[in-house]
């Protein structure tokens, strides 16, 4: 059973950076399609950016520029380096990844912005 790992997340004050990380925890092929999408409190769960196998990339208009997704193939890993942090950044983020038949998704990492 293939499981999604995120890391990175915590607390950061408005402006600062973190950077998230979502590997999986066995052996799969590589991912077609990784992405990063996230749910504050009472909203629902939006996408915030995405890669494909091609690292064609995609953003939420309120991330552009702040927000850059990347992958490592070799080792099926996904990283989301948020700079300029605000407020509204807080949410939970999750990992998804997907290959051809399946859909994974991680468990979720808290991202937390004080102003």
């Known amino acids: 059973q293939v499981q999604l790992v995120e890391s990175g997340g915590g607390l950061v004050q408005a402006g600062g950076s973190l950077r998230l990380s979502c590997t999986p925890s066995g052996t799969v092929w590589r991912f077609n399609y990784m992405g990063w999408h996230r749910q504050a409190p009472g909203k629902q769960r939006e996408l915030v950016a995405d890669?494909?196998?091609?690292?064609?990339?995609n953003y939420v208009d309120s991330v552009k520029g702040r927000f850059t997704i990347s992958r490592d193939n070799a080792k099926n890993t996904v990283y989301l380096q948020m700079n300029s942090l605000k407020p509204e950044d807080t949410a939970v983020y999750y990992c998804?990844?997907?290959?051809?038949?399946?859909?994974?998704w991680g468990q979720g990492t808290q991202v937390t912005v004080s102003s």
């Open positions: 998804n990844a997907r290959k051809i038949g399946a859909d994974y």
């Open positions: 890669i494909t196998n091609g690292e064609k990339t």
